[in-house]
């Protein structure tokens, strides 16, 4: 059920099921008059939200693109290595070339650098057991292996930048009063009224959607993180993007 709503249901399709719920709740709801003194509760809790989620809907989207610029730089790393074994013997070269294939295809499929680390193991594991009469070119293909290492840390790293638990619950507090009070609050006679209201609660909700599906990589723009290592795969090595 996680993972068909995080992945599956597409944010155009939350706004269309959140709109037809708030429009129902504003319709069945008893609306209130509210005092001055609540008013004002509503409108610093509002500044509130809005002061609160704003950085951190920022600082995921920066981190979405700051994964973009890693597996970049990594796809081009792969390349090069990749381009270093070619002159190498066939044999030599087709199980180099297949390790990275195996390490490659399990960053695709698992789309985690830690699930791969075994096979990037491997492939360093095999260049410094290597004794062959190729020694020089493996070596060298060792130390971009090593280098790669610090795009794959600040990969686990930025993985790792998600929104924390108690910034989850002050959110969610500070949204839950808000919604409360646009769901309840009567802002006036006729249907239009309604509406706006339901658009603004939508609104609210969507804001949470998008910042869960930033901070789970279920965005459609995290989606696209991996498509240099697709692109990779899908050309043999031969191109990027």
Known sequence: MKQFLLHDVRLSQYFIIIFSLAVVIEVLLPNTKFDPGALTLFSVNSFLYGFYIAPILSTQKARIEELHRIVRLEANAIFAMVLLVKPLPKTLRNSIQGMFIDYVDSLVKHRSPEASEKLYERLISF???????????????????????????????????????????????????????????????????????????????????????????????????????????????????
């Open 127 to 241: 260049c410094i057991e290597y004794k062959g009469s190729h020694k020089d070119d493996i070596d060298k293909l060792l130390e971009k292996l090593v280098a790669n290492q610090i795009n794959r840390t600040n990969f686990t790293m930025q993985r790792a930048n998600r929104v924390y638990s108690n910034e989850w619950v002050i959110m969610l507090v500070l949204f839950s009063i808000t919604a409360f009070f646009v769901a309840v609050m009567d802002a006036g006679h006729g249907l239009g009224y309604q509406l706006l209201a339901a658009l603004l609660l939508t609104g609210l909700s969507m804001l949470m959607v998008i910042l869960i599906k930033f901070s789970t990589l279920s965005h459609k723009k995290a989606k696209e993180i991996w498509n240099p290592y697709k692109k990779l795969m899908e050309s043999h090595f031969y191109r990027i993007d």
